[in-house]
Nanobody, 115 residues
Framework: QVHVVESGGGLVQPGGSLRLSCAAS????????MAWYRQAPGKQRELVAR???????NYLDSVKGRFTISREYGKPTVYLQMNSLKFEDTAVYYC?????????WGQGTQVTVSS
């Protein structure tokens, strides 16, 4: 079983920044990607950013140039640096860990952008 824990959410004003962290532990079998998703009230969960163990990265179009995903090499840890935050970035952000056994999710961390 893989245990995934996110941290770093909070309340921030438009234009502000936050950094989310995600750490995975447990029975991780050949990790190959970690990702951040988000889900706003009344909307479907969407992929925000994903990074593979080979370093391949992809972003949701609306966050390109503002968000940066990175990982700690050798550890199942991933970060999401979020800059120039907008009202529409408000959501619960979830970390997803993909290994050869499947996919695991964290409980999520709330990000609220409000003035």
């Amino acid at each position: 079983q893989v245990h995934v824990v996110e941290s770093g959410g909070g309340l921030v004003q438009p234009g502000g920044s936050l950094r989310l962290s995600c750490a995975a532990s447990g029975s991780i079998f050949m990790l190959y990607a970690m990702a951040w998703y988000r889900q706003a009230p009344g909307k479907q969960r969407e992929l925000v950013a994903r990074i593979t163990t080979e370093g391949n990265i992809n972003y949701l179009d609306s966050v390109k140039g503002r968000f940066t995903i990175s990982r700690e090499y050798g550890k199942p840890t991933v970060y999401l640096q979020m800059n120039s935050l907008k009202f529409e970035d408000t959501a619960v952000y979830y970390c997803n860990v993909q290994d050869r056994a499947g996919s695991s999710w964290g409980q999520g961390t709330q990000v609220t952008v409000s003035s």
